[in-house]
Structures are given as C-alpha cells and as structure tokens.
C-alpha cells in the first residue's frame, strides 16, 4: 500500500527492528508523494494479501528460494514506489510457507534470500521461530545477505545454520527503536489548540509532549524488545545473551569481511555461489579450503614445494592465499596424480583420526567393562562373607560358588559335624550302659578351652596322676579312668 500521513505516522510508532537509512528513504518518499498530490489522493490500494505457493519457490530438486525483500511487515502489502515497487510478504505469511515446507518430505533445503533493511518488530519473532524450526526439523537452512540485511533481517538470519554474505554486503543492525512524534505545534498551526484528556499515567503519551516518566517507559517497553532480538540471535549463533551484546549489541552495520571475522556470518559468497554448490552437491558451502602452503607432507609430496593454491570457490576460480584470482579451474589439466599431492595427505589424516578415535573409543568401553567386573566380583565376595563367614567365603568365592550354595555347603558341613557327635554320644551312651556308670567327660569335650596338651603316651601318666591316686576311690564313682579325668581337669582347672 502507499502510505497515507496517518499511516506513515502509525508505522513510526511501532517498535522498528529497522536499519535508520531505510527509514530516511521512505520519509523522503512520503513527502515527495505528499507535495505530488492531496492527501485525498493518495489511496491505499486494497485486494486480498499476495502469497506464492510452494511450487513457485522450488529453484532444484529439493531447494526452495524464500526471497525476504524490503521493507519487513507483519501482513502482505503491496507498497508503490517503495523498492521498485517489490511485491511485499508479510513475515506471518512467510511464517505460514516454512511450516508448510516443513512438511514436505520432497525440499530439503531452504535457502533464504534476504535484501531487507528490517521493519516492524511485529512479525519478525514468528518468522524467526518458524526459521529455527525448520532447522530442528532436519531442513538444511541456508541465509544469504544479498546484498543487506539488518535489524530485523538479521534477526531472521541468524536462525538459519549457515550464513553467507558478499563481500560487498552488509549486515548487523542489532537493535529496537520507535519514534515519538509530537503533533501539538502542527494542530496549533492549523488554529487547533490539542486537550488530551486520558486516565492512566501513560495514557495518550503519543498525543501529548514527552515527559521524563514518559519516557522511561518508553525506554522500558523497548528493552523488553530489544531483549527478545539479542536472545533471538543468541539461539541462532550458538552463543550467550552477553557475547552477542558485546559483538553486536551498539547496532552497527558490519561488511561482507566484519560479519565473517566476528562470526556474524559464516562465509563469504554470492547466491549464485550458493544455489550452484547445492546443486554440485556440496551442500551450500561456497569455498573449499586446500592444504595450506607450507604444511605438505614430504611422504606425498617428495618434490618438497610448498604450493600456494588456498581455495577454489564455486565460480570456479583459483585463489591465491590473499584471495585474488589466479585462474580458473576449467583451464587446468588436473590428473590423478595432482589431486593426490594436494589432498592425499589431508586425507590420510582424517583416516588416521577415524582409526584413533575408534581405539580411544574401544579402549574406554573395555576399562569400563573391567572396572564394572571388577565391582561386581568385590560385591559377590562380600556377600559370602556375610552369608559364610570369611574363611568359608574365601573357599567358595575360589571355587566361583554363589551364595546360596556357599549357604547349603556350610549347611552340610553342620549336618555332618552334628551326626558325628550324635554318634559319639550315642557310644558313650552304650557303654555306660553296660558299666552301669554316668557318661561323665569324654575327652573330646577338652577341646576348645584351656590350654592345649597332647595326650599321654601308652605308659605313660597324666600331670594330674598323683591327684587321681589320691582321690582314685571317689574320683571311680564319676570317672571310669585316669585319661577322662585328666581331660576333666584341663577344661575346669
């Protein structure tokens, strides 16, 4: 549409992600069009919002072109005299075409050709986030400063995985702004005096003189969208809130060689550069880096020169390493032999890492492997320890014997510890049967307590054999012989 005064006015009063010079254009543009003709004259024009479909933006199989041209509003206008009277899409309808590419299992890449001084605030946070989701989505997105992107261009660029942009562009703009305009001399001018009359204390501040409250709130209202662009950014360049502030946050516009060197952009290149490496198949990178001059591997390059071919971009051409064009690929006769001393040993490399990290990454698994069985067994000894006791532990744990067969060994050991005890009551039992007397002591109850001392020999008396001559009448009614009363008097003193 052509702007009115009333509309111009209105455009001002929205948070502009807009590049200043743009702005002075289109104040030019408006006056000129203002003296051309009465404001009665000057009719927007109407009809329904201009969308292209999908097909019309498919350039090869599987890329589409998304140009982002002029002036960026929120709907579809179509503005005469603005940009060579450019057909105008509104952000919320690029919005709307992204999410629909996203669909399409046929478009894998998106590149975005961006020509825009910036515009409204209004809008750009949608087109932005439907940018990032393509590139969540798996969609290669590629953004090309052809040749000026700012504000909020550039707010939508740098959601895209790779930027490109030529030498001769620029780029940058990172801020917020809106205008106040104070009508109150105009009106009077015209013989109005202006009363605004309003509640709330901000109330009407576009119609009335700015005062220093007013003010600050402006101020704030425009930080919180300013914010919004930095974080935006932030996301998009893989960086934090502080960093892209430092870098870019004054707003400045940076060329072609500034935008690379700060990591605004990726790359320096045209379109044509970028539509034909995807269409080569190399995925929309512009140039190919060769092998430094100086870094030759004498094992390929026995003739020991160091070649300065540093780059080849996708026009074709040679550059030297300060980037001026030396020749063309087309005129030169490269065999076999040339690309290996070039990239042979660029190559080898890149194998040797591969094998080295697959080691790395082996070695790692297998000391993890170890140590976890090296915890599991640590535990397993443990548990036998508490269920068996040390020693039987040790055993079973050698024997590679779980717990619960270490539990029914020892089981078995009591099992037959108390039959062989049985029985040997059971003995004593019969001959007191027969000898009419008391099973007393036996002597293998002395084991166990008091000091040790090995049985007398056959002959031979005990220690306590004058004892037991002494007492040997009464000491016959509880035991049958010297030996179990020995026995007794080694456990009870």
Sequence with gaps: MRFTSGSFLQFLAEPLCLHESVLQQMFVQHLAQSNAAPLADLKADSGDDYLPTIDELIVADGIALIPIHGVMVKRSQIWHGWFSSRVIVGSDHWSTIIGDLINRTDIETLVFDFDTGGGQVAGTERLGDAIWKARQSGKRTIAVCNEFCASAGLWAAAQCEHVVIPATGSMGSLGVYTVHMDNTKAWQEYGFEKTVIHRGKYKGIDERPLDADSKADLQRFIDGKYSLFVDAVARGRGLNADEVTKRWGESQLFTGSEAV?????????????????????????????????????????????????????????????????VGNVSELQIDAAGLTKYFAAQTGELIESAVKTAQEAAAQT?????????????????????????????????????????????????????AAKDAEIAKLQQGNATSGKAPGFIASDSAGSGPAAAPAAAGERSEFAADWDANKDNAQNEFRNETEYAAYRRRHG
């Excluded at 060769?290 to 780059?311: F, R, V």
């Design 261 to 325: 060197s700060t990591g605004l952009a990726d790359e320096i290149g045209t379109l044509q550069d970028v539509l034909e490496s995807l269409r080569a198949g190399r995925g929309g990178r512009v140039s190919l880096d060769a092998i430094p001059a100086g870094e030759c591997d004498p094992s390929t390059d026995p003739t020991g020169e160091d070649e300065a071919m540093l780059k080849i971009n996708m026009t074709g051409q040679i550059l030297d390493k300060d980037g001026k064009a």
């Design 366 to 418: 297998q000391k993890a492997a170890v140590a976890d069985a090296d915890k599991a067994r640590i535990a397993h000894l443990d548990q036998l320890v508490a269920a068996v006791g040390p020693e039987k532990a040790i055993a079973a744990f050698k024997a590679g014997q779980t717990v619960e067969a270490a539990k029914a060994g020892l089981a078995d050991d009591l099992k037959e510890q108390l």
